[in-house]
């Protein structure tokens, strides 16, 4: 069945990001002129997705005003003749199909996921969460749903991390069954390295099947009062098996301040009217 729906959480408070993230939402800093949340969208429209569904919370109507018609703008650039700038808003709201739900409690990313579950029905979706910004030739979740038609089973985005970040990720136990594919056996969520089962991390990127919903529903709490995704994958892949799949392209944290900033560095060596002056500040630059 083609995967046709992505859910998008957006309901955090971006807590690492204060002051910035008091009046604003994280999902909208910016990675050079677009929001980090653009680029997400933007991935799920190149892989074929066709409804995203955010999952928000208080504050993030901002999040809304930026995929719809901003007509007063438009009709001002048009006047202008700023024909270039036009192009930059024109298409936002036509882009794909955006629907919100708002998570009234913060009970975890489970939690956020199970919001979304009338909207799903009985059929495979993807996950993308926003801070994950993968630049890649094959946008990340199009190389797995290509992975997801050939093993017909839920995928999870996995990477190799450094020892030391472990305890920040999802990690996976598994057995190679072919180049960037696992055939899991187990996730657990923010292991100490000492007890981790690998360094594959899960990244944000997610196709799952809709039994996850009723595992979700059923799940207790887990590690900080929440309710986990990785608890709730933990069953599901006991009932069906899981993949998880290495993707190709360089991941950027964008919920991290370094990882925040060399995504912007990142995406700015793309501009040709940045990326020479960018170097030449770096190259000059001394303590
Ligand atoms: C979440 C997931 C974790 C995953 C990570 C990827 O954690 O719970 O399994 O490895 O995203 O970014 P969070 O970053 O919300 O703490």
Same mark, same amino acid.
């Given at each position: ?5 992505a ?6 408070y ?11 939402p ?49 009709d ?11 192009g ?26 199970l ?20 630049d ?12 997801y ?16 970040d472990i305890s920040?990720?999802g ?7 072919d ?20 360094? %594959? *991390?899960? !990244?944000g ?5 809709p +039994? $996850?919903? #009723?595992?979700l529903?059923?799940?207790?709490t =887990?590690?900080g009062g929440?309710?986990q ?32 900033? %060399? *995504?912007? !560095?990142?995406?700015?060596m793309?501009?040709? +009217? $940045?990326? #020479?002056?960018?170097v030449?500040y770096l190259? =000059?630059?001394?303590?």
């Amino acid at each position: 069945m083609k995967i046709k729906k992505a859910i998008i959480p957006a309901a955090g408070y971006g807590t690492r990001f204060l002051p910035v993230t008091k009046a604003v939402p994280k999902e909208l800093l910016p990675i050079v002129d677009k929001p980090m949340i653009q680029y997400i969208v933007e991935e799920a429209k190149l892989s074929g997705i066709e409804l995203v569904i955010l999952i928000v919370n208080h504050g993030k109507e901002a999040i809304e005003d930026h995929f719809d018609i901003n007509y007063e703008l438009e009709d001002t650039l048009r006047k202008k003749g700023s024909n270039g700038l036009l192009g930059l808003i024109e298409g936002l709201s036509d882009m794909i199909k955006i629907v919100s739900i708002r998570q009234k409690k913060a009970l975890g990313l489970g939690h956020a996921v199970l919001q979304a579950k009338h909207l799903i029905g009985d059929e495979p979706f993807a996950v993308i969460l926003g801070d994950d910004i993968i630049d890649a030739q094959r946008p990340c979740l199009q190389q797995m749903v290509e992975v997801y038609e050939r093993y017909q089973k839920p995928i999870i985005a996995v990477q190799q991390v450094a020892r030391e970040d472990i305890s920040r990720y999802g990690i996976i136990k598994g057995t190679q069954a072919d180049d960037r594919v696992y055939l899991l056996d187990d996730v657990v969520e923010k292991p100490s390295p000492e007890t981790a089962p690998s360094d %594959l *991390a899960i !990244i944000g990127r997610y196709i799952l099947t809709p +039994e $996850i919903f #009723d595992i979700l529903e059923n799940i207790p709490t =887990g590690a900080g009062g929440e309710i986990q995704l990785t608890d709730g994958l933990k069953v599901l892949l006991k009932h069906n098996g899981m993949i998880g799949y290495r993707f190709e392209g360089e991941r950027y944290d964008g919920g991290d301040k370094l990882g925040f900033l %060399l *995504a912007n !560095i990142a995406y700015a060596m793309k501009r040709p +009217e $940045i990326k #020479d002056k960018l170097v030449d500040y770096l190259k =000059g630059y001394t303590r």
